[in-house]
């Protein structure tokens, strides 16, 4: 587990890195704050398609061969976007980024090879704390890469740094990751007829308990990905921000996330279970997206950025495990896939209607639709559909 660790983490710096930096990178070129979010959209659109294929084959070949192949697309995408001299080749470098993110539904499929349903959830938070501390050192070694002024900012040193830690994560998982599929799984994946798309998002739509949890999922990951692509447009207005004030910003809610995922995930899913856990992140994060708008000042901003870190760290990982739990053994990687599609499209919404809504109606708005959006969430997590057995595909 702990060289699967090492390995998500270094790659998530390397995708940390250009996180603060893409709404300025778009604004470089003329981008309006609606394009700018379909830059950071374009990314999970290309994800979109790719992510049940990633799945679907790492059931089939095993979850090193996947990560492997991931990393080195990701590093390949990101001299491409060091590269890029106009606003569509970098849209075209995020876009082939996406289609080789296949790392993060493999690790979490590689998580549920290796562990039991009684430590599901602290396997999964494992990775999430990876997460975390790749959007500590990520962010903030962009941010200063970069430097603190948007029309002085270097672009091309933080994506060439990004490429060098994909080629260091893939290093490692070639002397370090052992295959965590067994031969007979992965044989009888490969014997089975290949599963249209829509008949298994059919099949999931059956199981109304599956696809409830992927629901909530959905939700949860569509107003993250909509602060994640304004919320530099937002301080850059509100505080006159630049890539490395948001760096630093980023790389607090990085290191917060990782010390509740690294170690209060575990406890609080034996203590209040995964269900209320769903409720508790989902009620933080309606409160700390109503009180955002209101962060006139560092000191406020920090205790709100705390309760966001709080909301995601406990949301994510317990619905990683409740969807996992109810996928079987033999197609853990075609369902956490399918969960990851549902992310990502997400992503590709969340941005989307957050730019509309920020260039519409001003930059406060995307941040009250979302802390709308978690109350519903909240709500209805109260009455989750009762457990059936979900038909084959």
């Not at 962010?139 to 002024?149: E, F, N, Q, S």
Request: one cysteine or more; hydrophobic letters at 55%.
């Amino acid at each position: 587990m702990f060289a699967l660790f090492l390995i998500v983490l270094i790659d998530l710096i390397g995708f940390g890195v250009i996180i603060p930096l893409l709404p300025f990178y778009a604004e470089q070129f003329q981008a309006s704050p609606d394009v700018v979010t379909l830059v950071m959209a374009i990314y999970s659109l290309a994800q979109l398609f790719s992510a049940p294929l990633w799945g679907r084959l790492s059931d089939r070949i095993g979850r090193r061969p996947v990560l492997l192949v991931s990393m080195a697309g990701a590093a390949l995408s990101y001299v491409w976007l060091g590269l890029a001299d106009e606003l569509w080749t970098l849209f075209a470098a995020r876009a082939f980024c996406g289609a080789m993110a296949g790392n993060l539904s493999a690790a979490f499929a590689y998580v549920a090879d290796i562990t039991g349903p009684e430590n599901r959830a602290r396997g999964m938070g494992l990775i999430g704390a990876a997460y975390g501390l790749g959007f500590i050192a990520g962010p903030a070694l962009g941010g200063i890469l970069a430097g603190p002024d948007p029309l002085q900012a270097d672009y091309q040193t933080p994506a060439f740094v990004a490429a060098g830690m994909s080629l260091a994560a893939l290093v490692l998982t070639a002397i370090l990751l052992k295959e965590s599929l067994s031969v007979e799984l992965r044989a009888a994946a490969a014997a089975r007829k290949p599963v249209a798309f829509h008949r298994m998002v059919g099949a999931v739509l059956a199981g109304r308990r599956l696809a409830f949890w992927i629901g909530l999922s959905f939700l949860a990951t569509l107003v993250l990905a909509g602060m994640e692509t304004t919320f530099a447009m937002w301080s850059e207005r509100t505080f006159g921000w630049g890539p490395q004030q948001n760096g630093y910003l980023l790389a607090f809610l990085g290191l917060l996330s990782a010390a509740i995922q690294g170690s209060l995930i575990g406890p609080l899913s034996r203590h209040i279970g995964t269900h209320r856990m769903v409720l508790q992140g989902a009620a933080v994060l309606a409160v700390a997206f109503l009180s955002l708008p209101f962060a006139d000042t560092l000191g406020v901003l920090l205790v709100v950025t705390a309760g966001l870190a709080y909301g995601f760290s406990i949301v994510s990982p317990a619905l990683n495990s409740l969807i996992s739990l109810e996928a079987e053994a033999g197609s853990q990687g075609s369902i956490l896939g399918l969960s990851r599609s549902a992310s990502i499209l997400a992503r590709v919404v969340g941005p989307a209607l957050a730019g509309l809504l920020f260039a519409t109606f001003g930059r406060n708005a995307p941040y009250f639709a979302s802390a709308a959006l978690m109350l519903v969430a909240f709500l209805v997590a109260f009455r989750p559909p009762v457990r059936k057995r979900r038909p084959e595909p």
